[in-house]
């Protein structure tokens, strides 16, 4: 390793080996978005299709994750749930992270006040569950799929807010920071070219271990009816649909539930790695 | 003057000419006050400074922790917002302190550069070296293209080796000494007119601070810039600068020619500072200067220094002493140490 090290920094600054966790939970992320992508043309059977006659049956070559209680496909129905469930994850905490950054940034510019006003509101928004919270904004809304990623955006920002700006008031002390400003930089330069990038880490970090966690809310809030409705293919609503056969027909809920853990796992872990990435002399790449 | 000005590269804007019949100095400072806001009240830190800086020379100012040195380069750049700076602070007969903020971000780094004290951190850890010295032309609206060459050209002559390809290295992956270099390409880069070198060989071994002196010694002979040491190692002073300030307590107390002010001390301070230095030269023991420097909030009332000074007489804790020419250094004492026998 060492000396792989020292040979690739003669010849080319940039050095990186993965680390084989590191290429799993990439591999897993690539293979989660490509089915949110293409998972309405690879499903086998028709996710919308009501066949009573087919209802209920077990994994089997023709089902391979069965059927639930209307003999709809779990697995092309779970296929094509991707597109939901992670898409609507990936908006929410992207929404929410930038939302934070911006108001982050807003926030340690500005005057005094300002950042007080700002992260004062912040507080108030973090005393709340952001299970709570979501569900009062989109049941406020009118239940679907749109109004539980507005609402998951509404309950978000604000964790996002603090840690980019309690990381952006550290960095902005830091003598870089301050051997920029000697050089000449404007204000604006500083923070977008010094501050904002140093100052990203953590946001990262949490907005990916956040895509695992938004995943699992965006399922709970379509669990209770306040996120995606039926009939549309969604892995927290298929759980839901499942529950009721748990005892009889297990695919129905598990499969679904097993996925969403997958997302919120692989996220978290792709999320890790790419912290490791983010700082060229990091020792834990 | 010595000197003439070979520049690293011909593209810049040359200084402009000055045509005065009076060759003004490169910076004059005058009555330079900085006060900062404190909890009862503002906290002067820096109190009725004069110096002068000419093209060219290299001046030091030399004083303990707390004595308003790196205020006082700060205050040139007016780094601080917090800061009230009073005094005029005068570049090539501008005002410094007149300019509004935009006009003052067109002369950092391009007219002033300051050279902070630490390399391991003054580098973002996340840009590479190359553009962290583009940078300080790239700010000042210099093309990329040019600001790239001029940025290997800098570094090459700093003695980086293979410069061209260095430039896409991260910070981490250069050495202390290696980083002081590319902090001072970056200092220098743009061919500021007054460098502002504060303490910048602290965090360096013996060896790599010599280097780093040396190479500033030699860019002023080539660009003909004025150059402001600020440190509490008088032992670097000595061969490196040509005159001397020596603060305490936010004044300057004495201000030199370094051969004059080595060798026959007028200010007790000095002397005491200069006898808190090894040397080589001379065979006496070193003797510590008693006490602590003083609080800026706790001044005595007179010379600030009276508390702490041998030669201290009862107007020294009355009168704060003004400066004046003792020998052929300015002084600020009212009974100032009598020429050294075999000076």
Known sequence: ?285 | MKGHHVRLDLATAAPEAAPDAAPRPLLEIRGLTVSYPGPTGPVEIVSDLDLTVGRAERVAIVGESGSGKSVTARSLLRLDRRATVTGSLLLDGTDLLALGEKEMRSYRGRRIALMLQDPMTTLNPVLTVGSQVMEALRVHGVGKAEARRRAIAVLDRLGIPDAARRMRAYPHEFSGGMRQRVCLAMAIVAEPDLLIADEPTTALDVRVQEQVLTLIDSLVDELGMGVILITHDLGLVAGFAERVAVMYAGRRVETGAVDELYRSPRHPYTAGLLGSVARVDRDDPLRPIPGSPVMPTARPVGCAFHVRCAHAEADCGVERPEIRLVGHSDVACHHPLALREGA
């Open chain 1, 1 to 285: 390793m060492t000396t792989v090290a020292i040979a690739a920094t003669a010849s080319r600054p940039r050095r990186k080996r993965l680390p084989v966790l590191d290429v799993i939970a990439f591999g897993a992320v690539v293979v989660l978005l490509a089915m949110a992508v293409a998972g309405p043309w690879l499903a086998p059977h028709d996710p919308y299709q009501v066949r009573l006659d087919r209802a209920l049956l077990s994994p089997s070559g023709d089902h391979l994750l069965g059927t639930d209680g209307l003999g709809r496909d779990v697995f092309s129905r779970i296929l094509v749930g991707a597109r939901s469930s992670i898409f609507a994850a990936l908006l929410a905490v992207s929404g929410a992270a930038l939302i934070g950054i911006v108001v982050a940034m807003v926030a340690t510019i500005g005057p005094r006040w300002l950042d007080d006003v700002v992260m004062r509101l912040c507080d108030i928004t973090l005393s709340l569950p952001v299970m709570v919270m979501a569900l009062g904004v989109a049941v406020a809304l009118g239940p679907s799929l749109h109004s539980a990623i507005v609402a998951m955006i509404v309950a978000w920002w604000p964790g996002f807010a603090r840690l980019a700006r309690a990381e952006m008031r550290t960095v902005l002390t830091a003598p870089y920071v301050e051997a920029a400003t000697v050089l000449g930089a404007s204000r604006a330069r500083v923070m977008t070219r010094h501050v904002l990038p140093n100052s990203l880490d953590g946001v990262y970090v949490q907005a990916t271990l956040e895509i695992g966690g938004a995943t699992l809310i965006m399922a709970g809030l379509s669990f209770v009816g306040a996120g995606a409705q039926p009939p549309s293919a969604e892995w927290g609503a298929m759980v839901e649909n499942g529950s009721r056969y748990l005892s009889s027909a297990w695919w129905i809920s598990t499969f679904p539930g097993l996925m969403i853990t997958l997302t919120a796992l692989a996220f978290a872990l792709a999320g890790d790695a790419l912290r490791n990435r983010s700082h060229p002399d990091s020792t834990l790449g």
